[in-house]
């Protein structure tokens, strides 16, 4: 099977970006097809999984042989560039695109099936999205409605994306896929910070989870909004409590739920409500592969565990440090060396954290993450010395 690909490798400084954009736009004209656009970033895991699946799952290389396919590397070089015209937020982002250049569709996130049914929903109706909405204004219709809110959403307008996904409920259509966009919404809003929209996640979350086989990932959104709970000390009783809940539930439907989930949420129970800090390590080490202290991941993963929650930070930095030190340089490591200056932060070791920070930015250049967290540190360290506050 033959797909016409523009691979577009970036590199700083380079305007190999628009150079290769071109003539992909221009290949799509003469073959009569649309663009098809993958933002991706070298470090994400899904991004690796829809490139592994393109090479070897027949119904993913069936529907990339109806459009012209181009690869953004969305952190290097231009490539920053188009992410930020097209208001890429997370990765990978697929765009489909008219070969007049004209955004028709959006959307982001890698798993195999959803794929395929957002792909055949972008291509069952190929305009923009003014003349979708034009569309909607003329006939209402409750997937228009969440077509609209889908692609509000990923374009950055909640506002919008709200207001489409209120007029599916208000037809009276039960959705849950509108209910976990809706969770999705509230969900990013928490995590920037604003803990208001905490009862309404949790009563959206409850309504996932009590839906039965109707949404059978229903379990995954309450462990994430969970987990998304448990770095903000400061409504950690209202965790403990939305995890005793939970806890509750899965003893009610343990098939419900994956034994790998359930063992790793039983770590924050053991911390949260049995208020056993040294019970809940020990399953999340036992959860770890046999050779876990080798790898520098696993090191990784559990250093970064305890940092969350604010337990047993010396062994978190000494392992993030065997992560460090079992690890080739590059992004990965990057990744570690991050770790490490924010539990060095953490026991109010600045300088280590600068340090660390530093190594964490020069390992991965590209990340512009990696040098604010720098600028961050080097802040808190001039605040410290003039004894201003920060």
């Not at 409750?142 to 374009?155: F, I, M, P, T």
């Not at 379990?219 to 409504?235: G, T």
């Not at 046999?290 to 062994?315: H, S, T, V, Y």
């Not at 920070?357 to 410290?384: G, I, M, V």
Request: aromatic share 12%; glycine share 6%; with cysteine.
């Amino acid at each position: 099977m033959l797909i016409t690909l523009f691979l577009l490798n970036i590199f700083a400084g380079e305007d190999s970006a628009y150079a290769a954009y071109e003539p992909a736009l221009q290949q799509a004209k003469s073959e009569n097809k649309l663009l098809f656009i993958d933002f991706y970033a070298v470090w994400c895991g899904p991004c690796k999984a829809f490139t592994r699946d393109s090479h070897s799952k027949p119904e993913i290389q069936s529907r990339l042989e109806k459009v012209v396919l181009a690869k953004i590397d969305a952190e290097k070089g231009e490539g920053i560039n188009w992410a930020k015209k097209f208001k890429v937020q997370g990765y990978p982002t697929y765009c489909l695109v008219s070969p007049q250049g004209e955004l028709l569709d959006q959307w982001a996130g890698y798993e195999f099936n959803d794929f395929q049914s957002r792909f055949d929903r972008a291509l069952a109706n190929p305009t923009t999205v003014a003349q979708k909405v034009e569309q909607y204004e003329k006939k209402p219709s409750a997937d228009l409605a969440e077509h609209l809110g889908d692609l509000y959403l990923e374009l950055g307008d909640a506002q919008k994306a709200r207001q489409y996904y209120a007029s599916v409920e208000k037809m009276g259509v039960q959705n849950f896929s509108v209910l976990s966009s809706l969770f999705r919404l509230d969900f990013d809003e928490f995590g920037n910070g604003n803990n208001d929209v905490l009862p309404n996640l949790v009563q959206t979350a409850n309504q996932l989870l009590n839906a039965g086989e109707a949404f059978s990932e229903g379990p995954d959104y309450m462990r994430a909004l969970i987990n998304q709970m448990v770095p903000k000390l400061e409504i950690r009783d209202q965790t403990a409590e939305l995890a005793s809940q939970f806890h509750t539930w899965i003893e009610k439907n343990p098939t419900r739920i994956s034994e790998k989930m359930k063992q790793s949420f039983q770590a924050d129970y053991q911390w949260l409500v049995q208020k056993d800090p040294e019970a809940a390590l020990a399953t999340k080490a036992a959860l770890m592969d046999e050779n876990w202290q080798k790898d520098g991941g696993a090191l990784n993963e559990i250093a970064w565990w305890c940092f969350e929650r604010q337990l047993f930070l010396d062994k978190a930095q000494a392992w993030a440090q065997q992560g460090v030190e079992v690890s080739e340089p590059g992004p990965d490591r990057a990744n570690i060396w991050d770790t490490l200056a924010e539990i060095q932060f953490l026991k109010g070791d600045v300088q280590g954290a600068i340090n660390s920070a530093t190594k964490a930015a020069e390992e991965n250049p590209t990340r512009k993450y990696f040098q604010k967290q720098l600028e961050r540190f080097q802040k808190e360290a001039s605040h410290t010395k003039t004894g201003s506050a920060p």
